[in-house]
């Protein structure tokens, strides 16, 4: 059984930067690709990074240059660094992990496991 626990979300001044964690435990299969996603009140969630199991990584226009995704193989943990945050980065961020096509890379229907969330508020 797949688990993915978020962490490091909260609240800061626009132009800050915060660090999300989430950590995968249970069987992990190869070939996997982990993904952020965020869901701000009243919109759809939206993927935002992305990381394969080879280290490819992608982004949405919306963080690119902005937000950096990475992953430590041996802790079995995804991290997203965010630097130069704006209030329109607020949102619940979730991480998920699936076997995925990678042209839908950042369709959410794609990802079969998910976290419960870590929420990040920009002011």
């Known amino acids: 059984h797949v688990q993915l626990v978020e962490s490091g979300g909260g609240s800061v001044q626009a132009g800050g930067s915060l660090r999300l964690s989430c950590q995968v435990s249970g069987y992990i299969y190869s070939s996997y690709c982990i993904a952020w996603f965020r869901q701000a009140p009243g919109k759809e969630r939206e993927g935002v990074a992305t990381?394969?199991?080879?280290?490819?990584?992608a982004y949405s226009d919306s963080v690119r240059g902005r937000f950096t995704v990475s992953k430590d193989n041996k802790q079995n943990t995804l991290y997203l660094q965010m630097n130069a945050l704006e209030p329109e980065d607020t949102a619940m961020y979730y991480c998920a992990m699936g076997w995925i096509s990678w042209p839908r890379r950042f369709e959410n229907d794609q990802y079969r496991y998910w976290g419960q969330g870590t929420q990040v508020t920009v002011s």
């Open positions: 990381i394969a199991s080879g280290g490819a990584t």
